[in-house]
């Protein structure tokens, strides 16, 4: 039972919020549609605020404002050819291809393309005149984006943050699986790594689109205009998390070549990387607190620092290469950390080697 408990709780979190935006906005279509005297039971209100809610959440303000305007304009459309063509069970397959057609054009996912078929299929089937739909269209729409934008806006930094966490969390498990790979040789495990390390690529995208939406949010909801000065810490990493994953992937592919050309095991170079991994898994946690921020910087410049005497002991293009990708994801770790302080210093726009040479690397006998 408490598991069930559990599991039920990690799946309403993220998702509570949404639900709850949702029913404030079909109470208030609702409420608004009976005080401005449209109907007295306006269903319709709640149901084109729910439907545009759900197509526009997560979207930037732009973005929302044109699912919104779409997911009225197929009702209002779909009304017409119920003028035109009447109702009936044929009419109403027509109207579901046309309104799914239309959402496609539009450019909606599969939740607003869905919602649109549902919203046909109510427009041949609610009893109500067209003037009053239209009304209802227009109420609930107009109270979805007023929920969206203005009363309960989504806290931008939560949807960021978990972002993050996605892109470095995804990452570290990247470098641990190759360390492995490395050390006990085994080529399946190489594949899987590979597919991972495309994955980091996939969650870079989605903290982009994060932090945009966040940045919008931010910039257009007055109760959450004191997360700018956050999310310009956030924004800041991007481009440095989007160099980490392709250089993760390169050195995949090298750690990949090398063990499938029969090189021994190298268990100091897989202790770098690995090394490296924790301190990806480390860098999300500085933004709420600060401190780790050191940790940071000291463990991967450890890592550069060990898997550059390991290539330095033993002369080999293999090792050299995958030794070179290590420094280079271990500076845009640094780097990224560097950018999320409040207090930017010089060392974000040093040259990498600049860097690597300026910065304290640890000697080849270290520990």
Known sequence: MQQFVLLARRRVYGHLWPILQTGVAAVGAWYCAVLLGVEHRPAFASIAAVVSLGAAFGERRQRAVQLIAGVMLGIVLADLLVRVMGAGLPQIGVLVVLAMLAAVILGGGELLVSEAAVSAILVATLSSTPEVRLLDVLIGGGVALAVHTLVFPPDPIVGVARA?????????????????????????????????????????????HAVLVGTDTARWAPLRRGARGELERYARIVDHADLAARSARVLVRNVRQYVRSGGPPQPELADAIRDLGLAAWELPGQFEEPWRGGDVLRIALQAAGRATATATRQPSMALNDIAGQVRSIAIDIVRASEASETDRGAIAEAPTEELLAALPLPSPTAP
Do not use: C, P
Request: hydrophobic share 50%.
């Open 164 to 208: 993050t966490n996605g892109v470095f969390g995804e990452l570290g498990a990247v470098l641990r699986d190759a360390a492995g790979i490395l050390t006990g040789g085994d080529v399946v495990r190489g594949e899987a790594a590979a597919q991972a390390a495309e994955s980091v690529e996939i969650h870079v995208a989605a903290l982009r």
